[in-house]
């Protein structure tokens, strides 16, 4: 393919998984390291050139949130100082652990969520919007660790947590994801130092696509109804889960 060709097929890759990452606060990740391993990059470069594009689409998605008013200080500093630790350890650990081994953790975890925010009588009470909820330390440290590893699942277990115990949607959209810039930047330092540079026009593609639909993202969360921000983020982590076993049986 072409490098321009290959650059404008990324860009359009990058700006339709950021605008239902921004909406629904995850599926960036997941669509882009598709795309990626099925051009045939091995999955730790694969893994390493999302987080190279996430450095950027989520600082740009993640200040959008902050100007729209998606975000929560407190929150966010009590995900981001421990998710980077766990990005670190992660990232590190992925030369070593098959990724395949975390999705297949993840799954049941995926899985069993989904189904309890899809419940139909399901009725969070929330709580106030500034309120942190218990243990988000170990969440951000262990869902970091995760999201080294097996490529993505920093957003689905971090939201779909936060979401069960009672904090406001789109508020932890906008915090998740500011966060996840730090993530990915510090995930982005130990892969480098790991697995080095990775293909650059799809890295670029990416970014430029993310940046330029990451505002919309933003804009669809602040306007969804917290009811449905609640049903479509369930609907996303079981496809997930799915996704996690078909691939186990193949």
Same mark, same amino acid.
């Given at each position: 393919?072409?490098?321009?060709?290959? =650059?404008?097929?990324?860009?359009?890759?990058?700006?339709?998984?950021?605008?239902?990452?921004?909406?629904?606060?995850?599926?960036?990740?997941?669509?882009?390291?598709?795309?990626?391993?099925?051009?045939?990059?091995?999955?730790?470069?694969? #893994?390493?050139? !999302?987080?190279?594009?996430?450095? %950027?689409?989520?600082?740009?998605?993640?200040?959008?949130?902050?100007?729209?008013? *998606? !975000?929560?200080?407190?929150? =966010?500093?009590?995900?981001?100082?421990?998710?980077?630790?766990?990005?670190?350890?992660?990232?590190?650990?992925?030369?070593?652990?098959?990724?395949?081994?975390?999705?297949?953790?993840?799954?049941?975890?995926?899985?069993?969520?989904?189904? %309890?925010?899809?419940?139909?009588? *399901?009725?969070?009470?929330?709580?106030?919007?500034?309120?942190?909820? &218990?243990?988000? &330390?170990?969440?951000?440290?262990?869902?970091? %660790?995760?999201?080294?590893?097996?490529?993505?699942?920093? #957003?689905?277990?971090?939201?779909?947590?936060?979401?069960? &115990?009672?904090?406001?949607?789109?508020? !932890?959209?906008?915090?998740?994801?500011?966060?996840?810039?730090?993530? #990915?930047?510090?995930?982005?330092? #130990? %892969?480098?130092?790991?697995?080095?540079?990775?293909?650059?026009?799809?890295?670029?593609?990416?970014?430029?696509?993310?940046?330029?639909?990451?505002?919309?993202?933003?804009? =669809?969360?602040?306007?969804?109804?917290?009811?449905?921000?609640?049903?479509?983020?369930?609907?996303?982590?079981?496809?997930?889960?799915? *996704? *996690?076993?078909? &691939?186990?049986?193949?």
């Amino acid at each position: 393919m072409p490098p321009l060709s290959e =650059f404008l097929t990324f860009a359009a890759v990058g700006a339709c998984a950021q605008l239902v990452d921004g909406a629904l606060g995850m599926a960036y990740g997941v669509v882009s390291a598709a795309m990626l391993l099925w051009l045939g990059l091995p999955p730790a470069a694969a #893994s390493a050139s !999302v987080h190279y594009a996430e450095t %950027f689409t989520c600082g740009a998605s993640g200040l959008s949130h902050l100007a729209a008013g *998606n !975000v929560r200080r407190r929150l =966010f500093w009590k995900l981001a100082l421990p998710g980077v630790v766990g990005a670190v350890i992660g990232a590190y650990m992925v030369s070593h652990v098959p990724a395949a081994w975390m999705r297949l953790a993840l799954t049941p975890y995926l899985l069993g969520m989904g189904v %309890f925010l899809l419940l139909p009588g *399901n009725r969070h009470q929330r709580v106030h919007v500034d309120a942190v909820p &218990r243990a988000t &330390r170990p969440l951000g440290l262990v869902a970091g %660790f995760a999201d080294a590893v097996a490529g993505g699942g920093w #957003s689905a277990l971090t939201i779909t947590t936060l979401v069960a &115990r009672g904090a406001v949607p789109r508020t !932890v959209i906008g915090t998740v994801h500011l966060a996840k810039c730090m993530i #990915s930047a510090a995930a982005s330092a #130990s %892969f480098l130092m790991q697995v080095g540079s990775t293909r650059g026009t799809a890295v670029l593609g990416l970014i430029a696509g993310g940046v330029v639909a990451a505002p919309l993202g933003a804009l =669809f969360a602040r306007r969804m109804p917290a009811r449905a921000a609640t049903l479509l983020a369930a609907a996303a982590v079981l496809v997930l889960g799915l *996704n *996690n076993v078909a &691939r186990a049986w193949h």
